[in-house]
């Protein structure tokens, strides 16, 4: 019995720390502030706004690290794009922003068909200003500037009513409770 008791404690204290490790952190912009503004290039090399972007109720960003080189990353992409027409149904724009180059950003979403805008930020300017720069790389690696994974959601008058970051690359924001969350709020 104690033996027992003392594996089902060691299992849940394993448990909670590998938990730990996937939970949402603190970065990002304030909640109920006025969003910062994107410096980024379309795939045509176009600069793209959180106006032009927006639609009704605002706009959901996708933050993501590479369409070229991560898998998660890529698989993430597909599944908003799974769920962009509920999206756009309520009211929101929707846009994803990396420090891909537009021409990565563009093969990806010719390939997958991707029905929103990819957006490069490859001076890493929207990503300082977001403030969620992975801070494991520093200026000079190879993945420098990649951003901590995550989604904001810049409501109609362009302040941050949602945000959501993970530390790690495999934990991601679960578009179908995000679009539950948005559609209660939105109602």
């Known amino acids: 019995m104690k033996k027992s008791l003392l594996l089902a404690t060691l299992f849940l204290l394993l448990s909670s720390n590998t938990f730990a490790k996937n939970i949402s952190i603190d970065v990002g912009p304030a909640i109920n502030k006025q969003a910062p503004a994107i410096k980024v290039i379309n795939t045509e090399r176009q600069n793209a706004s959180i106006e032009k972007l927006s639609k009704n109720n605002g706009l959901i960003i996708l933050f993501f690290r590479s369409a070229d080189w991560c898998p998660y990353c ?11 027409k509920q999206f756009t149904q309520l009211g929101y724009g929707l846009a994803a922003i990396s420090y891909d180059s537009a021409d990565i950003l563009q093969s990806f979403a010719v390939q997958q068909s991707i029905s929103y805008p990819l957006l490069s930020d490859q001076k890493v300017q929207t ?3 977001y403030n969620i720069v992975n ?3 520093v200026q000079g690696d190879d993945h420098y500037g990649i951003p901590y994974p995550g989604v904001v959601v810049i409501d109609k008058t362009g302040k941050v009513m949602h945000k ?5 690359y495999k934990k991601r924001v679960k578009f179908s409770a995000l679009y539950q969350q948005l559609k209660v709020a939105n109602k």
């Open 74 to 84: 890529k698989k993430h992409l597909i599944e908003l794009n799974e769920h962009a």
């Open 164 to 168: 959501h970051f993970f530390k790690g």
């Open 135 to 137: 801070t494991q790389y």
């Open 127 to 129: 990503m300082h200003a």
